[in-house]
């Protein structure tokens, strides 16, 4: 049975840095298109993050980009997001996502945005919180 589970989140002034983490089993994490999603209040999810299934070529979304890094180990089948220079804006409710069916992670996928809901596996989420 695949499970995804979240930790790492917390309070942090602006300009700080967490990271997250996503331990995965019932499946290889490094085989498939898996990624970071958040979803701020009142505010619809998004992707932040993702790996490619096709080639492992990385996406991170343009407000995160230089800021956010997403990694992954594969001998600890966990996947990672490093997030430096936080701002209030990044509060949210993070979660980690994968299908295994099919490639999801690329520039302009619709499953980063509106379809998100139909990718298969979902953490629970991590909250995050940036004070100004």
């Known amino acids: 049975q695949v499970q995804l589970v979240e930790s790492g989140g917390g309070l942090v002034q602006a300009g700080g840095s967490l990271r997250l983490s996503c331990a995965a089993s019932?499946?290889?994490?490094?085989?498939?298109?898996v990624g970071w999603f958040r979803q701020a209040p009142g505010k619809e999810r998004e992707g932040v993050a993702c790996f490619s299934s096709s080639d492992g070529s990385t996406y991170h979304k343009d407000s995160v980009e230089g800021r956010f890094t997403i990694s992954r180990d594969n001998d600890k089948n966990t996947m990672y997001l490093q997030m430096n220079s936080l701002k209030p804006e990044d509060t949210g409710v993070y979660y980690c996502?994968?299908?295994?069916?099919?490639?999801?992670?690329?520039?302009?996928?619709?499953?980063?945005?509106?379809?998100?809901?139909?990718?298969?596996?979902w953490g629970q989420g991590t909250a995050v919180t940036v004070s100004s």
């Open positions: 019932g499946f290889t994490l490094g085989r498939h298109a």
């Open positions: 996502a994968a299908d295994a069916h099919f490639s999801w992670c690329y520039v302009g996928s619709p499953y980063l945005g509106a379809s998100y809901s139909y990718l298969d596996h």
